[in-house]
């Protein structure tokens, strides 16, 4: 199951035309913006519309995969969610499919590619692997046009006077480059004050996480005049809109915030567009991107990042109400070498019986704290024997779960059928979809309104499963900062591991009793969420 096997398998399916696959959803071909003959961005319904949001009636069911706490190598998260809609479309349903765009940071790394795999890929992964329709790199630009904008309002001491040792705004590379997180700037020639900065992943970025967040085209601009870059010398916010600079950040990004419409090898529409990532960032897709497919198509399946810990607690508890989408089901991705890990390595002949208490977790609290009915979807790799994976399926099934082995890596949509039926089974009992009904009735981890203390309290304690929340100093300066400039019942976006429950990614299974730390925060006016740092989580 390497990388070339799946290029391998890629390149032997000729993909359709993009046009045929756009057809599909009903979207006519004088709204996509063709880049060459596979992938297209979809345009407004009219060229005189502003917002690039056609009109969302949210007729769509949503499903959202997420997954148990991974290994390094990943558990095969996005295959699942390209098979199981494969398996949708075979099963007579009109589907689409929603998935974030891969950073060039792990394609390059440890995980690889994140176009799925095998038989449930996306095409054209080349593309959508590397430079894809240029999104991240869009993402980038615009991100260091506000920071050279930034530190030439600095330089020149133009009124409102930024203050260069209280400037957070830093600068982005779509790449894990490790001798730039920490870099010192202003060494050369006429070049202004020297200080310390940094540089953080595109994926980290606030302008992704913004481009992911806005509704439409006049939301994005205005969630970009709202990014803060540091204090002034009265101590009040300065943002990117009081150094005039939102404008020509949306120009920047005036083609990215059009969803990109490619297909899986089996001709599903897929629509890619944003790439947080979810254990520094939020990890889901555009609210755009939902909202386009729920409109087009009676099914979307949707993923969020890592386990459901992260992505589907931020997705919840932060995504949904933002954008007002709201899944009817989700699937929970496990593998029978994520729990043998969690439970102790393959040295432990218990193992993958300990290691079940991580995947029981993620579907308890999907069920209990958010109410949103969870499937498990043992995703079966050639190692797996039939024994393992029974044993899986029955545990899962004794403490009332639905369960299903997904063959979709060698299989396609055929070997997802079985998990299908299970996701249409709670689909089938769903009158009008969740982003249909009154947001008052959602259920959440955090409710919205919290302070960031008991927003971030609530997460650890009723997600997490930790007793309390031990904040660094630095981390409490902040929030008493934050109340002071008013803003300090923003939701909260949690970076930690992906690994663990915890802050600690040694602490496998489900663990309890434990302190969860902070060590500090920050703001991202333009999302509209803090941001809190759980241990040693790093942001490149």
Same mark, same amino acid.
């Given at each position: 199951?390497?990388?070339?096997?799946?290029?391998?398998?890629?390149?032997?399916?000729?993909?359709?035309?993009?046009?045929?696959i756009?057809?599909?959803? =009903?979207?006519p071909?004088?709204?996509?913006?063709?880049?060459?003959?596979?992938?297209?961005?979809?345009?407004?319904?009219?060229?005189?519309?502003k917002?690039?949001?056609?009109?969302?009636?949210?007729?769509?069911k949503?499903?959202?995969?997420?997954?148990?706490?991974?290994?390094?190598?990943? +558990?095969?998260?996005?295959?699942?969610?390209?098979?199981?809609?494969?398996?949708?479309?075979?099963?007579?349903?009109?589907?689409?499919?929603?998935?974030?765009?891969?950073?060039?940071?792990p394609?390059?790394?440890?995980k690889?590619?994140?176009?799925?795999?095998?038989?449930?890929?996306?095409?054209?992964?080349?593309?959508?692997?590397?430079h894809?329709?240029?999104?991240?790199?869009?993402?980038?630009?615009?991100?260091?046009?506000?920071?050279a904008l930034?530190?030439?309002?600095?330089?020149?001491?133009?009124?409102?006077?930024?203050?260069?040792?209280?400037?957070?705004?830093?600068?982005?590379?779509?790449?894990?480059?490790?001798a730039?997180?920490?870099?010192?700037? $202003?060494a050369?020639?006429?070049? =202004?004050?020297?200080?310390?900065?940094?540089?953080?992943?595109?994926?980290?970025?606030?302008?992704?996480?913004?481009? #992911?967040?806005?509704?439409?085209?006049?939301?994005?601009?205005? /969630?970009?005049?709202?990014?803060?870059?540091?204090?002034?010398?009265?101590?009040?916010?300065?943002?990117?809109? *009081?150094?005039?600079?939102?404008?020509?950040?949306?120009?920047?990004?005036?083609?990215?915030?059009?969803?990109?419409?490619?297909?899986?090898?089996?001709?599903t529409?897929?629509?890619?567009?944003?790439?947080?990532?979810?254990?520094?960032?939020h990890?889901?897709?555009?609210?755009?991107?939902?909202?386009?497919?729920?409109?087009?198509?009676?099914?979307v399946?949707?993923?969020?990042?890592?386990?459901?810990?992260?992505?589907?607690?931020?997705?919840?508890?932060?995504? @949904?109400?933002?954008g007002?989408?709201?899944?009817?089901?989700?699937?929970?991705?496990t593998t029978? /070498?994520?729990?043998?890990?969690?439970?102790g390595g393959?040295?432990?002949p218990? #193992?993958?019986?300990?290691?079940?208490?991580?995947?029981?977790?993620?579907?308890?609290?999907?069920?209990?704290?958010?109410?949103?009915?969870?499937?498990?979807?043992?995703?079966?790799?050639?190692?797996?024997? +039939?024994?393992?994976? *029974?044993?899986?399926?029955?545990?899962?099934?004794?403490?009332?779960?639905?369960?299903?082995?997904?063959?979709?890596?060698?299989?396609?949509?055929? $070997?997802?059928?079985?998990?299908?039926?299970?996701?249409?089974?709670?689909?089938?009992?769903?009158?009008?979809?969740?982003?249909?009904?009154?947001?008052?009735?959602?259920?959440?981890?955090?409710?919205p309104?919290?302070?960031i203390?008991?927003?971030?309290?609530?997460?650890?304690?009723?997600?997490? $499963?930790?007793?309390?929340?031990?904040?660094?100093?630095?981390?409490?300066?902040?929030?008493?900062?934050?109340?002071?400039?008013?803003?300090?019942?923003?939701?909260? #976006?949690?970076?930690?591991?992906?690994?663990?429950?915890?802050?600690?990614?040694?602490?496998? @299974?489900?663990?309890?009793?434990? +302190?969860?730390?902070?060590?500090?925060l920050?703001?991202?006016?333009?999302?509209?969420?803090?941001?809190?740092? @759980? =241990?040693?989580?790093?942001?490149?």
């Amino acid at each position: 199951m390497k990388y070339q096997n799946d290029l391998s398998i890629a390149q032997s399916v000729t993909p359709r035309e993009i046009t045929s696959i756009a057809q599909k959803l =009903g979207v006519p071909e004088d709204r996509l913006y063709k880049i060459g003959p596979h992938m297209a961005k979809i345009l407004p319904e009219s060229s005189g519309e502003k917002s690039n949001t056609p009109r969302s009636k949210g007729k769509g069911k949503l499903v959202l995969v997420t997954a148990m706490n991974p290994t390094k190598a990943g +558990e095969g998260k996005t295959t699942v969610t390209v098979g199981l809609g494969d398996a949708l479309a075979m099963l007579g349903k009109n589907v689409a499919i929603t998935l974030r765009e891969p950073s060039m940071g792990p394609v390059f790394g440890i995980k690889g590619g994140a176009a799925g795999g095998g038989w449930s890929q996306v095409v054209p992964m080349e593309d959508l692997n590397l430079h894809f329709t240029g999104d991240i790199h869009a993402v980038t630009s615009a991100h260091n046009l506000l920071t050279a904008l930034a530190d030439n309002h600095l330089y020149r001491r133009l009124e409102p006077r930024l203050l260069g040792d209280k400037m957070t705004w830093h600068r982005v590379l779509d790449m894990n480059d490790r001798a730039l997180r920490s870099v010192v700037l $202003g060494a050369g020639n006429d070049s =202004g004050a020297i200080r310390l900065s940094g540089f953080s992943i595109t994926a980290a970025s606030e302008v992704m996480a913004i481009l #992911c967040l806005a509704k439409d085209g006049q939301d994005l601009k205005e /969630r970009l005049g709202n990014i803060i870059l540091g204090t002034g010398e009265k101590g009040q916010l300065i943002r990117a809109r *009081d150094i005039g600079a939102q404008g020509a950040l949306a120009v920047v990004l005036h083609k990215a915030q059009y969803p990109n419409l490619v297909q899986t090898l089996a001709g599903t529409p897929v629509l890619v567009h944003g790439g947080p990532f979810a254990n520094i960032a939020h990890g889901t897709n555009s609210i755009i991107a939902d909202k386009i497919a729920m409109d087009l198509a009676d099914v979307v399946v949707t993923e969020a990042g890592f386990g459901a810990d992260l992505g589907a607690q931020k997705f919840l508890d932060l995504v @949904g109400p933002m954008g007002n989408v709201r899944p009817d089901a989700t699937v929970v991705v496990t593998t029978v /070498r994520a729990l043998k890990h969690h439970g102790g390595g393959e040295q432990d002949p218990e #193992c993958l019986k300990k290691g079940m208490a991580n995947i029981l977790g993620h579907l308890e609290n999907l069920r209990t704290v958010y109410h949103v009915e969870p499937v498990a979807a043992v995703n079966r790799f050639p190692q797996d024997t +039939e024994d393992e994976l *029974d044993f899986v399926v029955k545990a899962i099934r004794d403490h009332g779960y639905k369960a299903q082995v997904a063959q979709v890596w060698a299989e396609g949509g055929k $070997g997802g059928q079985d998990l299908a039926r299970e996701i249409l089974s709670i689909l089938d009992e769903v009158d009008q979809p969740a982003s249909t009904t009154d947001p008052a009735a959602w259920h959440h981890g955090a409710k919205p309104g919290l302070t960031i203390r008991e927003s971030i309290e609530a997460i650890a304690t009723r997600v997490y $499963g930790a007793d309390s929340v031990q904040f660094a100093s630095t981390a409490l300066t902040k929030m008493k900062k934050f109340a002071d400039q008013g803003i300090d019942r923003l939701p909260v #976006c949690i970076a930690k591991t992906q690994y663990s429950f915890s802050a600690d990614p040694n602490l496998l @299974g489900r663990p309890r009793g434990f +302190e969860f730390p902070v060590r500090d925060l920050s703001v991202s006016g333009g999302a509209g969420f803090v941001v809190a740092y @759980g =241990g040693d989580i790093m942001t490149m």
